[in-house]
């Protein structure tokens, strides 16, 4: 299905079936209109034949339950659809920032991203967050602003929010024709023609620019020739001896300045009313990579050191599992391949739990449906059933060539809750759905809290957690109790203590222990937040073997402190001096010392409790701004900014995260229903009182 049939410039002439593969991803804040830009390219591309609405719960990728009851992503669904010879693996992410942990799997076995925006708003918070972390992963992006038939929807404003907030040279290959409700098509400034859609959203064919916008067209192609030519030295040149830049070579330099992360590419629609697809998708097969444009993938073999496999189908396997699903039919775990080829029946090895596997199914995914394929190779992207041991992050590889990848990071909760069963009957049950959860979801963590008996679920926030315990309940069909949310403190130090001394001695019948320690205990100076262990001890008076010890000891000690059994973080501790026995002195002896030592001297030392803080945007209408701003003070909010856009008034403040429990339901009452807001986590910082221990 082809709408604007000359749009497209191939990117690839080579035969190699992989150059005709991407793999991105849509990221955006959530209600930029990821969603349904996604079921806007499957419809785009054949893969599905009726629209998918998210607010009629009929979309593809809003498959769960909740989220077509919530209206909102909170699974990473993946899809794959086909454009102009090319196939296209494509992965919606979450954009609720309680999420962010499938956002993080999801780039790490990404090739490129369309980042969407907002019209009206521009750069949103969580906008900003994902940005951050496709900048972690060095994934390239291209942007699309959506919504452009929404009030006071603006084009330029929101570019200028790229470049202030996300700080990459926009490029925008695009002009609007009309504005708000007249949004009717785009002006294509590397072709200088009109591409128009009607009422239905149905492309009329490539038109000359309407002679109201050819001045205005003709500027901005001039500024975009100017823009690349600034950045590009290929294109510098070429401009330097024309004084302009062919359309070839504007295409060639933003496919170049795009995978480098110098510029991104800005095109603009209206996914809701199907205006832009096509020009999106022909931007994405002409800027973004193929698995053959990113570098090879880098791991560690059996001895230790770093092998890289290339986007090869001959070379030995290489897959990284992100995603693993229990489904009533089985368990799916979903894999990028990144060299090597698997077939069905395959043995393959786990590196990451030292095991064999078999592959039972290869499955092409399409959200929550599948079709079954024999064989899968570098570059796809995929679902696999019959791997028993296999979790988010794990490698899979050629039993005869190991190789272990980095596994994506996991964020460390700061929310939980303790649940129970509401029959004794069923506790066995709900520790069993509590371990699948934390199977499928890494950043929930499931523990037994030590003093009260409870079971403890922790998450990345309110909604978080709520989504895990109505997923037991729908699922597994279990009645549980949840306690009330509380927060994950931190416990750091304010001032610090030197020279203090221990001395860990032990004489029980037989071998002994003895390890003496002298500790310097001291704050970190940047942001609060880690741990550093030095040695300055000299002469050799505590062997360098013993000073590892003392090290771990100090890491176990870090596990609790004094002010309330918090784990402790944001201090620097220095071994200054020691003494040994030489037969009783050991690591055990040393480990002992450092455990207990640290441990003493952090009572000795002025502790700060540390507590959560987020950034809370909040958008109300202009009459309850004062109500939202006195609410925000009473929870210990800072305001740090305020400006009104389309008649209603963004406040951005930082509150502790527990005093938000709770806020949705103020906000509504307070703004008549009519307020919204969203949240960041920006670390940590000190609390006016101790919380209650543990």
């Not at 604007?4 to 955006?28: C, K």
């Not at 799997?105 to 900003?128: I, T």
């Not at 649940?419 to 009957?425: D, G, I, K, Y």
Request: with cysteine; aromatic share 4%.
């Amino acid at each position: 299905m082809r709408a604007n049939g000359n749009v497209t410039t191939s990117t690839h002439t080579t035969s190699n079936p992989l150059a005709a593969v991407r793999n991105l991803g849509i990221l955006a804040h959530v209600d930029a209109g990821k969603t349904t830009v996604t079921e806007r390219i499957l419809y785009a591309t054949g893969s599905t034949h009726k629209r998918g609405e998210v607010h009629d719960g009929t979309t593809v990728t809003d498959f769960d339950a909740q989220e077509r009851d919530r209206g909102i992503t909170i699974f990473a669904a993946a899809v794959s659809c086909a454009w102009d010879g090319h196939r296209i693996n494509l992965i919606d992410t979450p954009g609720h920032v309680d999420f962010a942990d499938e956002v993080e799997r999801s780039l790490r076995v990404l090739d490129g991203a369309v980042a969407v925006f907002d019209a009206v708003a521009g750069v949103e918070p969580q906008s900003e967050s994902v940005w951050r972390q496709a900048d972690r992963h060095g994934v390239p992006r291209i942007a699309f602003v959506n919504k452009m038939d929404r009030a006071g929807a603006e084009l330029d404003a929101a570019v200028a929010s790229i470049r202030e907030r996300l700080h990459p040279a926009p490029l925008s290959v695009q002009l609007p024709i009309g504005a708000e409700d007249r949004f009717a098509g785009v002006v294509d400034l590397l072709r200088m023609q009109a591409l128009t859609w009607d009422d239905d959203g149905v492309a009329a064919a490539p038109a000359p620019v309407p002679d109201a916008l050819r001045e205005e067209a003709a500027r901005r192609r001039r500024l975009l020739e100017e823009a690349v030519a600034e950045l590009h030295p290929g294109a510098l040149e070429e401009f330097c001896d024309t004084g302009s830049l062919g359309t070839r070579t504007l295409v060639a330099a933003l496919r170049d300045l795009t995978r480098s992360g110098d510029g991104v590419v800005v095109l603009c629609g209206s996914a809701y009313r199907n205006r832009g697809i096509e020009p999106l998708l022909d931007a994405v097969l002409a800027y973004l990579p193929s698995p053959l444009d990113v570098p090879a993938v880098r791991g560690s073999d059996d001895d230790g050191s770093e092998q890289e496999r290339s986007a090869d189908p001959a070379a030995p396997l290489a897959a990284l599992a992100f995603k693993v699903n229990a489904t009533p039919t089985g368990r799916l775990t979903y894999l990028r391949l990144y060299s090597g080829t698997i077939e069905k029946g395959d043995t393959v090895w786990d590196a990451t739990a030292r095991r064999t596997e078999r592959i039972g199914r290869i499955l092409r995914v399409q959200a929550d449906r599948h079709a079954q394929v024999d064989r899968a190779v570098a570059g796809d992207i995929v679902a696999v059933v019959g791997l028993k041991s296999a979790r988010a992050g794990s490698t899979l590889c050629a039993p005869d060539a190991p190789l272990l990848l980095e596994p994506p990071g996991v964020a460390e909760p700061v929310v939980s809750v303790a649940v129970e069963a509401l029959r004794s009957t069923d506790t066995g049950r709900l520790a069993t759905a509590l371990a699948r959860l934390a199977e499928e979801d890494p950043s929930l963590v499931v523990r037994t809290d030590p003093e009260t008996g409870q079971t403890v679920l922790s998450g990345m926030g309110e909604l978080h957690l709520e989504v895990a315990v109505e997923k037991i309940r729908r699922d597994h069909g279990l009645g549980v109790n949840v306690g009330r949310p509380r927060v994950s403190y931190r416990e750091t130090v304010g001032r610090g203590v030197s020279g203090f001394v221990y001395r860990h001695v032990k004489q029980d019948g037989g071998a002994g222990q003895f390890a003496h320690v002298v500790l310097d205990v001291e704050p970190l100076d940047d942001s609060g937040a880690g741990f550093v262990f030095g040695s300055a001890v000299v002469g050799g008076r505590v062997p360098q073997e013993y000073v590892r010890a003392v090290e771990a000891g100090c890491r176990d000690a870090l596990a609790e402190g004094p002010l309330g059994g918090h784990p402790v973080t944001g201090l620097r501790v220095t071994l200054t001096d020691g003494s040994t026995h030489v037969k009783d002195s050991s690591d055990t002896a040393f480990r002992t010392a450092g455990r207990f030592g640290l441990r003493e001297a952090l009572r000795a030392c002025a502790m700060v409790l540390l507590e959560p803080v987020v950034e809370v945007t909040v958008t109300v209408p202009e009459d309850a701004v004062g109500a939202v701003l006195g609410d925000l003070a009473a929870r210990r909010g800072r305001v740090t900014g305020s400006v009104t856009r389309a008649g209603a008034t963004v406040v951005t403040a930082t509150v502790p995260l527990a005093e938000l429990f709770g806020y949705a339901t103020r906000l509504r009452s307070r703004t008549q229903g009519r307020g919204t807001f969203t949240t960041r986590p920006t670390g940590y910082a000190p609390a006016p009182a101790p919380a209650p221990a543990r």
